[in-house]
T-cell receptor
Framework: GQSLEQPSEVTAVEGAIVQINCTYQTSGFYGLSWYQQHDGGAPTFLSYNGLDGLEETGRFSSFLSRSDSYGYLLLQELQMKDSASYFCAVRKAGTALIFGKGTTLSVSS | GAGVSQSPSNKVTEKGKDVELRCDPISGHTALYWYRQSLGQGLEFLIYFQGNSAPDKSGLPSDRFSAERTGGSVSTLTIQRTQQEDSAVYLC????????????FGQGTRLTVV
């Protein structure tokens, strides 16, 4: 089966940088994705890492190390609107996306 | 359609009744997923459809839960003899194909069993 571990909560202030870690265990690995979900909203796709290294999209970056079964999402220049839950997800070949339990990010002024 | 559409958006049902939840994926998307999310919790995988392949039902919590996908498009999740612990938001998502990791989610159906 698959399992993913990520912190349950992270707090930060506006303008700061925050890193949300994700470790996973899965037999057969197809890539690590990150999703954002605001309260009452639907999850939305943020990024995907299929290979080791860093992917950058604006203020958000995501990193993957397949040898360490580890990845992280880096959020820079935090804004109040970044307050949300962030989920890492793995895809095992031929099966659905499996999500972690999510990290609630609270950004204060 | 422009996005994944789910209906109803809210459903209140009495314990023991059956309910059907509908998902209309993005046109042309061959992969379709159902997840369950309890208040403040993560996304619990329920079932996955990919094209004409046999669905991955490994996440269904009991035999009261079933799902079908007709014509490779619309999907219906059925919960029989609902229990209070079935209360949750049921989310549907679709992606272009099995290789694509970007899943597009609907707004969900909030199910309340009283």
């Amino acid at each position: 089966g698959q399992s993913l571990e990520q912190p349950s909560e992270v707090t930060a202030v506006e303008g700061a940088i925050v890193q949300i870690n994700c470790t996973y265990q899965t037999s057969g690995f197809y890539g690590l994705s990150w999703y954002q979900q605001h309260d009452g909203g639907a999850p939305t796709f943020l990024s995907y890492n299929g290979l080791d290294g860093l992917e950058e999209t604006g203020r958000f970056s995501s990193f993957l190390s397949r040898s360490d079964s580890y990845g992280y999402l880096l959020l820079q220049e935090l804004q109040m609107k970044d307050s949300a839950s962030y989920f890492c997800a793995v895809r095992k070949a031929g099966t659905a996306l499996i999500f972690g339990k999510g990290t609630t990010l609270s950004v204060s002024s | 359609g422009a996005g994944v559409s789910q209906s109803p958006s809210n459903k209140v049902t009495e314990k023991g009744k059956d309910v059907e939840l509908r998902c209309d994926p993005i046109s042309g998307h061959t992969a379709l997923y159902w997840y369950r999310q309890s208040l403040g919790q993560g996304l619990e995988f329920l079932i996955y459809f990919q094209g004409n392949s046999a669905p991955d039902k490994s996440g269904l919590p009991s035999d009261r839960f079933s799902a079908e996908r007709t014509g490779g498009s619309v999907s219906t999740l059925t919960i029989q003899r609902t229990q209070q612990e079935d209360s949750a938001v049921y989310l549907c998502a679709s992606s272009i194909d099995r290789e694509n990791t970007e899943a597009f989610f609907g707004q969900g159906t909030r199910l309340t069993v009283v």
